[in-house]
């Protein structure tokens, strides 16, 4: 087990004001019906028309209707990600299990869907929103592999995903409906241990980014000259003297 994910799943998921929350009707911020407001956040998340991310994020099955959504998401454990500002839980979006391979005798990976709402699109909070949903659903169901799926022309969603190390493993034919016929679907897969190195690296790179080490300046030693005292040095020995010309030196009376 990771040690990183154990000390998320210690937080509550949960990362400053970003979290990743089960839904459950009976518990606060969630309510009676709050899977309809899951519903028409979808559907309010378009870029020009359609019906939002509904397609995108369910592929046709079920229909992109309200009771056809809000009844199936309610047979799921939905992980709904938000922030918390003054008090109130905004929602970014949601991941929920399609369906899990294994028991809890076993071991288990599953298929996962996730939506991340207008809002939210293109913002920093985003990937670690994302990272917060993986963790919960890795450790929460005890994972060693979470898959998806999508339309093969959905670049953005290959480009976000592969940051967390999901991988391209190949197409199901006639998978997903598009305009009501049945088209090919990529399929992604996640490794736990890949997971767990991006969590275990990204947690580095915040600690540096919060606690960076000021570079230490490098010393200047002076050196000390050491003037020893010189006795001082000898005269210089005299010149040998000059042979003597007794003969120059004799007065001339004497000559």
């Not at 606060?28 to 020009?48: T, V």
């Not at 991310?53 to 079920?62: D, E, K, R």
């Not at 929103?129 to 998806?148: N, P, V």
């Not at 992604?188 to 790179?205: C, I, K, M, P, Q």
Request: proline residues 8%; negative net charge.
């Amino acid at each position: 087990m990771s040690v990183a994910l154990e000390g998320l799943q210690e937080d509550g998921y949960r990362i400053g004001d970003l979290q990743a929350l089960r839904y459950d009707r009976n518990v606060q911020p969630f309510f009676d019906g709050y899977l309809g407001k899951l519903y028409n956040l979808c559907a309010a998340s378009k870029r020009r028309s359609g019906d939002g991310i509904l397609t995108a994020l369910f592929g046709g099955n079920p229909p992109s209707n309200f009771d056809a959504i809000v009844g199936y998401l309610a047979q799921r454990p939905v992980v709904v990600l938000g922030e918390w500002k003054d008090g109130t839980f905004v929602e970014a979006g949601f991941c929920f299990p399609i369906i899990t391979c294994g028991t809890s005798d076993t071991e288990r990976s599953m298929f996962a869907g996730y939506g991340f709402f207008k809002p939210y699109w293109g913002t920093p909070e985003l990937p670690v929103l994302a990272m917060l949903g993986l963790s919960y659903l890795f450790q929460e169901f005890d994972l060693k592999a979470i898959h998806g799926t999508r339309y093969r022309d959905n670049v953005l969603t290959w480009n976000f995903t592969k940051q967390f190390g999901f991988k391209e493993i190949g197409e199901i034919p006639h998978y997903q409906l598009r305009n009501g016929k049945l088209v090919s679907g990529v399929v992604t897969s996640l490794d736990r241990g890949a997971f767990e190195r991006y969590v275990e690296n990204w947690l580095v790179e915040q600690y540096r980014a919060a606690s960076p080490v000021e570079p230490i300046a490098e010393s200047v030693v002076t050196p000390t000259a050491t003037i020893l005292e010189m006795p001082a040095p000898a005269p210089p020995p005299p010149a040998p003297a000059a042979p003597v010309d007794f003969e120059a030196q004799l007065p001339l009376s004497w000559l």
